[in-house]
Every structure is written in structure tokens, then in C-alpha cells.
């Protein structure tokens, strides 16, 4: 059961347009949720987080949406950069409920064109 | 400043021998976390540690798979008797103690398991 979805496995960007990455979840416990940037054997990198109580974060080029009626985020990167090219994985945690662990989606590569 | 470092980034065993990953959290970190991703798959959770305590391990498989986190040295995911469907990468993360929200752990680069 995939409590964390992201239904793109892939998507192509021109440089200097918005990259919107989507990942849908099923579980109503999940309160904090993140992005990660993953590069070809490099660990995963920490890019934005959001907590269930907000809607939208930003930081720099980054955005995250939180639709929790929906169940749905949403990363958006303006303007992509070629360096941005990359792996994203969305997680969630229920970290109320004290365990800290965190449910990955399957990824979405990004390909930023030049 | 060395940020969360694993060893071996790449490890090769044959069918049936033992595969010892270890995991050094970043300085004044005390809580560890495993994870694993097969190939075209996200990182999957396995083990939660602190300082000689197994807090969730909710994701290790229930044989031929162990974790530790002893008071002084590294983390340690040990895996008996390897098969090919253990060749993955395993990321290690670490986070300092806290009460509230984590910003976002810190991973290291990983370990690379090929089983022949």
C-alpha cells in the first residue's frame, strides 16, 4: 500500500520555466511533510519542508503547497534551473504520533533542458 | 564539519555471506534512522536508533537483518546470509535530539549492495 504517490515518473522542463512536481498521500495522520533533491549516487538532500498547519512554504526558488483536503503537494521550482536537474522524492511523517519516521514517494526525475 | 558519512559506499558479496553497513551520524546527532532503496523504487524505512536503543523497526525485514547503534562508535545494519534481492542502496540519516518538527534529517551518501 503506497500511502505516498507520485504519479510522474518523469518530467521535462525548458530552463527558466516553472517545474511543478505533484505527490499525493492517503494517510490523514501524515502532519509534516518534505522534499528531498536526490543526484546519482549522492544521498538525498533536504530541499523544503511544509507542516500541516501551513499551505504554502517558500524558500528562494522553492515553493510547497499543501492541499490537505486533497491530500496533495506540490513543489514548484521558478524559474528551473539546468542544475536542478535531479531525482525529487516527497516524504511524509505523522511526527505527532512520535515515531519520526518518514514514508517516500517513488521519485519524479526532473530534467531541466538548457 | 563532516556531515553523516557511510562505509562502504560500495560493497560486492556472493550469495550467502554477511554484509556489514556502517553509519557515523553527523556531531552531537543521537538518532539514526536506515533506509533502503531498490532500484526504480523511493527509500523505504527500516530502523530507527538511538544511543543502545531500537525505537521502530517497523521496516527490517524480520530475518537475516539487524541493526545497532552502540554508545561509542558507528551505527551498524548487519544483513546474515545475503540474497540477490538485498542488492540496494541503503542510506543512513541523522537527526539531533529534539521535541519538535525535524527540518529535514541529514543522509549520507549511501552503500551500495550488489549481491552476485
Known amino acids: 500500500d503506497q500511502q505516498v504517490k507520485q504519479n510522474s515518473p518523469s518530467l521535462s522542463v525548458q530552463e527558466g520555466r516553472i517545474s511543478i512536481l505533484n505527490c499525493d498521500y492517503t494517510?490523514?495522520?501524515?502532519?509534516?511533510f518534505l522534499w528531498y533533491k536526490k543526484y546519482p549516487a549522492e544521498g538525498p538532500t533536504f530541499l523544503i519542508s511544509?507542516?500541516?498547519?501551513?499551505d504554502k512554504n517558500e524558500d528562494g526558488r522553492f515553493t510547497v503547497f499543501l492541499n490537505k483536503s486533497a491530500k496533495h503537494l506540490s513543489l514548484h521550482i521558478v524559474p528551473s534551473q539546468p542544475g536542478d536537474s535531479a531525482v525529487y522524492f516527497c516524504?511524509?511523517?505523522?511526527?505527532?504520533?512520535?515515531?519520526?519516521?518518514?514514508?517516500f514517494g517513488t521519485g519524479t526525475r526532473l530534467k531541466v533542458l538548457a | 564539519n563532516a556531515g553523516v558519512m557511510q562505509n562502504p559506499r560500495h560493497l560486492v558479496r556472493r550469495r550467502g555471506q554477511e554484509a556489514r553497513l556502517r553509519c557515523s551520524p553527523m556531531?552531537?546527532?543521537?538518532?539514526v534512522y536506515w533506509y533502503r532503496q531498490l532500484p526504480e523504487e523511493g527509500l523505504k524505512f527500516m530502523v530507527y536508533?538511538?544511543?543502545?536503543?531500537?525505537?521502530?523497526e517497523s521496516g527490517m525485514p524480520k530475518e537475516r537483518f539487524s541493526a545497532e547503534f552502540p554508545k561509542e562508535g558507528p551505527s551498524i545494519l548487519r544483513i546474515q546470509q545475503v540474497v540477490r534481492g538485498d542488492s540496494a542502496a541503503y542510506f543512513c540519516?541523522?537527526?539531533?535530539?529534539?521535541?519538535?518538527?525535524?527540518?529535514?534529517?541529514?543522509f549520507g551518501p549511501g552503500t551500495r549492495l550488489t549481491v552476485l
Open positions: 540519516a541523522s537527526s539531533p535530539i529534539t521535541s519538535g518538527v525535524l527540518e529535514g534529517d541529514f
Open positions: 494517510n490523514s495522520m501524515f502532519d509534516y
Open positions: 511544509i507542516s500541516s498547519i501551513k
Open positions: 516524504a511524509a511523517s505523522a511526527v505527532t504520533s512520535g515515531t519520526y519516521k518518514y514514508i
Open positions: 556531531k552531537g546527532h543521537s538518532h
Open positions: 536508533l538511538q544511543k543502545e536503543n531500537i525505537i521502530d
